[in-house]
């Protein structure tokens, strides 16, 4: 069974940086797409950027690109999932959740929540302006 658990969550001001990673156990099998999704209260959850773990290729969302950046870093039994985040803005308030999911997809249908069954318990980012 696929366990995700996040961490790393705090508050900044705007402009400044985060770094929030995601503990992935229970990867039996190759290429998954690990994927970090964020919600803000009243609105959907949104896909920030999705990874896949074997060509190690990042799609992000519009709305981070060239100021997020995903990474992977493979253990024999532990996956880490990174996100640093730079240049943050009070936009990016949100709860940040990671995923993982085993489908045959790309990364732009990897950015879709339904596409995802595993999930973490998330983890909160406040930016104050």
């Known amino acids: 069974q696929v366990r995700l658990v996040e961490s790393g969550g705090g508050s900044v001001q705007a402009g400044g940086s985060l770094n929030i990673s995601c503990s992935v156990s229970?990867?039996?099998?190759?290429?998954?797409?690990l994927t970090w999704f964020r919600q803000s209260p009243g609105l959907g959850r949104e896909g920030v950027v999705s990874?896949?773990?074997?060509?190690?290729?990042?799609?992000?969302a519009d709305s981070v690109r060239g100021r997020f950046t995903a990474s992977v870093d493979r253990g024999v039994t532990l996956t880490t999932l990174y996100l640093q985040m730079n240049n943050l803005k009070p936009e990016d308030t949100a709860t940040y959740y990671c995923a993982a999911s085993i489908r045959g997809m790309d990364g732009t249908q990897a950015l879709k929540s339904q596409n995802y069954d595993d999930w973490g318990q998330g983890t909160q980012v406040a930016v104050s302006s």
């Open positions: 229970g990867l039996a099998r190759t290429g998954y797409w």
């Open positions: 990874t896949h773990i074997i060509t190690r290729r990042s799609t992000y």
